[in-house]
């Protein structure tokens, strides 16, 4: 069985704030567009006027719209443009059974472990749940507009070259073709010589040392070599080390 973690490891106690639970708070679903809008905001200013209109009719739920601010419209968001709707109106829903509560995590200011440490807080229990749609206005279809256009853009393009592009020519010969070609062509066709020629070219070559490799005994021999002839061909003679040379004769 395994041990229990120790102590020490364990994540710290910390405690948590308590002040604002019986504060009641919204949980609102926003558009993407418009939480992009609100990250991308200074935390000094407004960025939106809410109205609630409520309804003397029994058991009929308030008029809630949302107006962004003008400021806050104008802000660039990379890929959506500045042509978003600034009118929303809230679609509301109750939590039913659910027992919500917001916390909230902040990093405290400081150099020390005891000045940097996680601030925990609950910042109110959940006591209305709400949907954030935009008002169908023009600002509001030149946005799907920018949407679907974007969804069937296609992700490879074709694109016409109209210059010459010399990175990818293709080369009809290439440099190692061309110098093995020269070899040939300087060295001649080798013509096989008799068998009593070839081993005594052999036995001279292998009086100056005892190892060769084929393409060294090739170049002394000047002698024609079949690749077939490495394995089981005849005539093979044996060099130093165990190592076998095939010469056809």
């Not at 084929?214 to 170049?219: E, S, T, Y």
Request: hydrophobic content about 30%; proline content about 6%; aromatic content about 6%.
């Amino acid at each position: 069985m395994s041990q229990p973690p120790e102590e020490e490891s364990a994540r710290p106690l910390r405690d948590v704030d308590l002040r604002a639970a019986e504060r009641g708070v919204w949980l609102v679903k926003v558009p993407k567009y418009l939480s992009e809008k609100w990250k991308r905001a200074s935390g000094k200013g407004e960025v939106g006027k809410l109205k609630i209109i409520s309804t003397k009719i029994p058991g009929a739920q308030p008029e809630v719209t949302f107006s962004m601010n003008e400021a806050q419209a104008q802000v660039q968001v990379p890929g959506r443009g500045t042509a978003t709707p600034k009118e929303h109106k809230f679609k509301l829903t109750g939590v039913g059974n659910q027992n919500l509560v917001v916390f909230s995590e902040n990093k405290g200011e400081g150099t020390t472990a005891a000045e940097i440490t996680e601030r925990i807080a609950i910042e109110g229990k959940v006591i209305q749940r709400a949907e954030c749609q935009p008002v169908v206005d023009k600002s509001y279809m030149q946005l799907k507009k920018r949407h679907v256009e974007d969804s069937n853009k296609p992700k490879r393009e074709i694109k016409q070259i109209t210059g010459v592009v010399t990175t990818y020519k293709p080369v009809s010969n290439h440099a190692a073709n061309i110098e093995h070609e020269k070899k040939i062509k300087e060295g001649g066709k080798r013509i096989r010589d008799e068998r009593d020629v070839v081993t005594n070219k052999l036995f001279e070559i292998f009086e100056k040392h005892q190892y060769y490799n084929i393409q060294d005994l090739v170049r002394l021999t000047n002698q024609p070599v079949h690749p077939s002839h490495y394995f089981g061909g005849r005539g093979r003679q044996p060099l130093g080390g165990g190592i076998f040379a095939a010469f056809p004769f």
